[in-house]
């Protein structure tokens, strides 16, 4: 049997978006070729990426065509298309010419911006979620880290179709929703079991998430604030990507916590990221957008009792006990656990069913048979 030959598209290399592909790249045989951009300006990335990437893909076609030229990459170059939403497919497969457009191709969602969060309502912002909405219908398969990232964005076509001035589309919904499915976002666990969860004299809370806003960390640090006055005694630890815009906010509003706070910053790599995690007695997030929430399954798996919001994928993926509803109640779960500190790993069961040796298998049928 021929040798599977897979194009990778991500725009965004970094984060999620990069581990999960090297991953992939990293443990299923086959013949790969990546074209990849540096994680940063991802607006840009949504409205360019196809313009580059279709150059690039019209390049590395020719030459692979060259050196096999009795061959099957004479006729076409890959058997699959494994693209991420942060490319316009319709856009790149009509600029990358009729042998890379023939070409099977799977859309993977991480995310979907249909109901992403925007600070800013403007014109402009619709074009995000239509470039999804066109890439969708490009695509041969739509493949979803989570049941509500689907759920979610089919649910919204519509809606969105209707603010069309005139020549609204019929049936987009239902043509995509018939070539969905769901497949989980997969992590490499090698760097958490080389670490044993720690504890100090105090309850440690970790915060392990981007610093952007819509992870909302003014309402993290609102909720552990109100303990501090309260005089309960327990540890904070900021981790997660910085970014330059929001960086000083952050560290302002950890000072306030004096020295309960024992680390702010963004760890310096994976194992160090690791040591973070198996610090922490309780991982939080109070996010405003998350489908899938890859921080909060690492910190589970490193040893951490997770409180999540009962919003989002998460009432997909926890169990009613680690769900808060409101900064109340968040308040009042973190208060509990501070003064109960719980046992290390009672959550682990929750994350080692998204291993790359779990599901790599499911991922690798999906590039055999892109198409069905």
């Not at 991480?110 to 402009?124: G, I, K, M, T």
């Not at 179709?161 to 997969?186: E, W, Y």
């Not at 909302?216 to 815009?245: H, K």
């Not at 009962?310 to 109340?328: F, K, Q, V």
Request: glycine content about 6%.
């Amino acid at each position: 049997m021929a040798r599977l030959r897979v194009l990778a598209l991500e725009p965004y290399y970094g984060g999620s978006h990069r581990a999960v592909l090297d991953g992939l790249v990293e443990r299923i045989d086959a013949d790969w070729t990546l074209l990849t951009l540096p994680a940063r300006k991802w607006k840009w990335r949504m409205r360019g990426a196809a313009i580059t990437m279709a150059a690039q893909a019209r390049d590395v076609a020719a030459a692979l065509a060259e050196h096999d030229a009795e061959g099957p990459r004479a006729a076409a170059p890959w058997d699959v298309v494994f693209a991420s939403t942060f490319v316009n497919l319709a856009e790149f497969r009509g600029m990358a010419g009729a042998s890379i457009a023939a070409v099977p191709a799977i859309l993977y969602f991480h995310e979907n911006q249909l109901v992403y969060p925007n600070r800013h309502s403007a014109d402009w912002d619709y074009q995000f979620p239509l470039t999804n909405i066109t890439s969708a219908l490009s695509a041969e398969r739509c493949v979803f880290n989570t049941a509500w990232n689907r759920d979610s964005f089919l649910a919204e076509i519509d809606p969105f179709l209707r603010g069309f001035p005139d020549h609204r589309p019929k049936g987009v919904a239902d043509a995509i929703a018939v070539k969905s499915s769901v497949l989980h976002v997969p992590f490499d666990p090698t760097c958490f079991d080389a670490v044993s969860p720690t504890r100090g004299d105090r309850p440690r809370i970790v915060w392990p998430h981007r610093w952007e806003h819509d992870k909302n960390p003014e309402e993290f640090f609102l909720g552990v604030a109100q303990l501090a006055e309260e005089g309960l005694d327990f540890e904070v630890a900021i981790a997660g990507q910085e970014f330059r815009e929001t960086a000083d906010r952050m560290r302002e509003a950890a000072r306030v916590l004096g020295d309960r706070v024992v680390s702010v910053g963004e760890p310096e790599d994976r194992d160090q990221y690791a040591r973070v995690l198996a610090s922490a007695d309780i991982a939080v997030s109070t996010s405003l957008n998350e489908f899938f929430g890859l921080a909060m399954i690492e910190a589970c798996y490193a040893g951490a009792y997770p409180l999540v919001p009962d919003r989002l994928a998460y009432p997909e993926l926890y169990p009613a006990e680690m769900r808060y509803s409101g900064r109340d109640q968040l308040v009042a779960r973190l208060r509990s656990l501070v003064l109960d500190r719980p046992a290390p790993r009672l959550a682990r069961f929750l994350a080692e069913r998204f291993t790359f040796e779990r599901l790599v298998p499911d991922f690798e049928a999906l590039l055999l048979h892109p198409v069905g």
